[in-house]
């Protein structure tokens, strides 16, 4: 059963930069099959990709946040990570890992990541 | 990036009804289409994917259809356990982009 959990700090300053760690059980992250991916959503609005990584490509980033972002891999501990510099008020957001393909069909519970001094 | 619309963005149904939701690309995006339902504190859950495929365990009352720029979600017989957010999503290309969402409450 594949199974993804998202970990990392709930409160972070402004400036500074949001760390958050996805541990993926059931499946390896190695295998070139799928993207391992982060989304995100501020409370009470939709929903919005940061990005995504997998063995076989580079890491992909949306433009949006392109010069922020960081997407790395664990493999010995099956888990991937994202970091995410400069933080604002406006990346206050449940930050979700997901599994990717051409849609993404498992997801972590969510993590909210509250940007506030 | 392509745009992704939805209408209505929130609608008010009965158990038992018909719900339709289109969702509108802002360019051709072939079968590259994606269904989520999410309930106030949850994770998104993928129902259908590229177009029109139920995913396994997805209840049958669950469809979608449509491709190029216009795709529809339809749940028929309506049942307690739908009332919730929908969203649609496009992976024919990066960025990945999600439409705004349309939120079924209870009439």
């Known amino acids: 059963q594949v199974q993804l959990q998202e970990s990392g700090p709930g409160l972070v300053k402004p400036s500074q930069t949001l760390s958050l760690t996805c541990t993926v059980s059931g499946v390896s992250i190695s295998t070139a099959d799928y993207y391992w991916d982060w989304i995100r959503q501020p409370a009470g609005k939709g929903l919005e990709w940061i990005g995504r990584?997998?063995?076989?490509?580079?890491?992909n980033y949306n433009p949006s946040l392109n010069s922020r972002v960081t997407i790395s891999v664990d493999t010995s501990k099956n888990q991937f990570s994202l970091k995410l510099s400069s933080v604002t008020a406006a990346d206050t957001a449940v930050y979700y890992c997901a599994r990717g393909r051409s849609h993404f069909d498992y997801w972590g519970q969510g993590t909210l990541v509250t940007v506030s001094s | 990036d392509i745009q992704m619309t939805q209408s209505p963005s929130s609608l008010s149904a009965s158990v038992g009804d018909r719900v339709t939701i289109t969702c509108r690309a802002s360019?051709?995006?072939?079968?590259?289409l994606n269904w989520y339902q999410q309930k106030p504190g949850k994770a998104p859950k993928l129902l259908i994917f590229a177009a029109s495929s139920l995913r396994s365990g997805v209840p049958s009352r669950f469809s979608g259809s449509g491709s190029g720029t216009d795709f529809t979600l339809t749940i028929t017989n309506l049942q307690p356990e739908d009332f919730a957010a929908y969203y649609c999503q496009q992976s024919f290309s990066s960025p990945l982009t999600f439409g705004p969402g349309t939120k079924v409450d209870v009439k």
């Open positions: 990584f997998s063995t076989s490509e580079t890491p």
């Open positions: 360019q051709t995006i072939g079968s590259y």
